[in-house]
């Protein structure tokens, strides 16, 4: 497969007001190929949603690079990414913050054609209009008539707009229904597919996780712990974490488990060695000490653990 996107040793550090940093994301490789859903997953605040915007430009990276189609776009001024942004585009989660209440849907969607210098505006809105499943009638009204799954829509045909190779989805379902959740998974699904866009998809849903993507990143306290393909990493975790994640939804076969023990580390002061070990119930004297490495422990398949569960 031909590689899109890939991060090389990325972090996102900020510099707090008393002088401490919070380290948001921590030395993050990964690779996005053309065409293909990488989903992003772990708990609230592990850092999937800064190392999402990271990787497209939305904030500079502390440290590493990124490089989109073998050229490096990290460090580039903003004049000079200006030429990448078109390629790379984001689904915001609150659909209703993303939208100028002062402008209406027809406005609002030709602004990029018209900013990129782009031509035959009024055919691409009704073209991408018709493939998010609104019509026309829109064009004149304001976001606050719409819905939150209908702004969810306009905001998904928004980010189309200058045919981007990449969408960064971030958590595009987790402030609506269930029902309409799964209208907009099934959207997403189905546009990535006739469209070949490669998707970032960040969310916390493994259900959803399992629709989408092809394969799956889960990250814990900045840093992913273990990656591969969606299915296998589903069905047979190799990291206690993921695992953990696997265990805490709901089934109708079976109770809940324990739940984790403890809270999750601050990310201003991580624990030394591996960060989950506070937390994990198989952990041993070594996960004190030494951090593990991301490292293959199948083909596809990498793990930051030193006692993996393959």
């Avoid at 805490?248 to 002061?269: E, Y």
Wanted: hydrophobic letters at 40%; a positive charge.
């Amino acid at each position: 497969m031909t590689v899109l996107l890939e991060a090389k040793n990325l972090s996102k550090h900020y510099r707090l007001s008393h002088g401490e940093t919070l380290r948001a994301v921590s030395d993050v490789s990964l690779v996005v190929h053309r065409g293909e859903a990488l989903a992003l997953v772990g708990e609230s605040g592990c850092g999937k949603s800064t190392l999402g915007r990271t990787l497209i430009g939305l904030g500079a990276p502390s440290s590493g690079e990124v490089f989109f189609e073998g050229e490096r776009i990290s460090g580039l001024s903003d004049r000079a990414l200006r030429r990448w942004r078109p390629r790379m585009q984001m689904v915001f989660q609150d659909s209703s913050s993303t939208f100028n209440p002062r402008r209406t849907i027809g406005e609002t969607l030709a602004e990029p054609m018209r900013i990129h210098g782009r031509t035959g505006i009024a055919d691409r809105i009704a073209a991408l209009l018709e493939q998010v499943g609104l019509s026309s009638s829109v064009l004149s009204r304001y976001p606050h008539e719409f819905s939150g799954g209908q702004r969810q829509r306009l905001n998904i045909a928004r980010a189309l707009m200058l045919g981007p190779d990449l969408l960064v989805a971030d958590e595009p379902t987790s402030a609506l229904d269930v029902s309409v959740q799964a209208q907009i998974v099934n959207l997403l699904r189905d546009l990535r597919n006739s469209l070949d866009v490669a998707c970032v998809f960040i969310s916390h849903d493994l259900a959803v996780v399992r629709q989408m993507a092809d394969r799956i990143a889960v990250m814990y306290l900045g840093r992913i712990v273990e990656e591969g393909d969606v299915l296998a990493v589903l069905e047979a975790p190799a990291h206690p974490y993921t695992r953990a994640l696997l265990d805490a939804v709901p089934r109708p076969d079976r109770p809940l488990p324990p739940p984790l023990k403890g809270d999750v580390p601050s990310p201003v002061h991580p624990p030394q060695g591996c960060a989950f070990h506070t937390r994990c119930p198989l952990a041993q004297p070594r996960c004190a000490q030494e951090r593990p490495e991301l490292r293959q422990v199948a083909e596809g398949r990498r793990v930051a653990c030193h006692y993996p569960l393959l």
